[in-house]
């Protein structure tokens, strides 16, 4: 765990364009396009505010973001989110933040009637800490798309239940 | 088969706009909130042309717009498409109308190296003849998340492989 107090912020300013693309970026695991898209959502929020359906957390400590999610509503269901992204600074991966931004955007959206959210990722050998983070987090493996991102490499979804 | 000429157009106008509202609305089985969802994309398609990732095809017969769908490539993902509408004008069903338009976006999602292509719908009874005319296309169920859409409402996910 973390051993200095954590603080949480959900106003997106436009710094956080290039803090998000560092986060992302500082992971390694993440294609140059995919960090654009990464990016998008920030600039989406920004230039659309709430109505974008993209709501953000930033984890700060020490004055410094050293991680964020970023998730929102599925158009036409009622209570289901998708959880869009999660990125933790490398320097600071393995101290607990994951498990706290995730948590904290589980709150946030019980708070919004939320009954599930959906999770998706590659199966490919690079993203195997990040499934076995979901899976630690109570997510369950919902679907396989064989080939979906390319050939060989597959989506998984994964799915968490909240309870009221 | 329609005995009178169908001709495809694949620009998208303003006019659009209504014409995808009437057509959607036509079919009686969408929400509302469904239909304000497939006159966004005509929208997003109009304000940034083809970047906005959304194709369209019109199905014309004597001047008229009877049916139309619309799909895009997935991003971050080589060759995985999605068919995001289709619709057929209520008075023109049952006519092998989805038919040729389906068929018609297949070709063109195959000219653009597209691999895939995902579609997905409800599996309320109010959807068993759009579930089986994904079937009577060779589209095969992938997915099912239960209570996606809401309590009792799953969502069936269909992919077709495109054979090269």
Same mark, same amino acid.
Request: net charge neutral; charged share 20%; no cysteine.
């Given at each position: 765990m973390p051993d200095r107090p954590i603080t949480f912020r959900y106003e997106v300013a436009p710094t956080d364009t290039d803090l998000v693309r560092e986060l992302v970026v500082s992971t390694?695991?993440?294609a140059a396009a995919e960090v654009e898209v990464a990016v998008e959502l920030v600039q989406e929020r920004l230039a659309k505010g709430e109505p974008s359906g993209y709501y953000f957390v930033f984890a700060e400590r020490d004055g410094r973001t050293v991680g964020y999610a970023c998730y929102g509503p599925i158009a036409c269901t009622v209570g289901s989110f998708d959880l869009y992204w999660i990125a933790v600074d490398r320097a600071c991966q393995g101290q607990g933040l994951g498990r706290l931004l995730i948590a904290e955007c589980e709150r946030l959206i019980g708070a919004q009637a939320g009954r599930h959210i959906y999770v998706e990722t590659s199966?490919?050998? *690079?993203y195997a800490p990040t499934r076995g983070f979901y899976l630690h987090c109570?997510?369950? *493996?919902a679907a396989v798309f064989d080939d979906f991102y390319a050939p060989g490499d597959a989506k998984v979804v994964y799915c968490k239940r909240l309870t009221p």
């Open positions: 390694g695991v993440f199966n490919r050998p *690079q109570d997510y369950s *493996q």
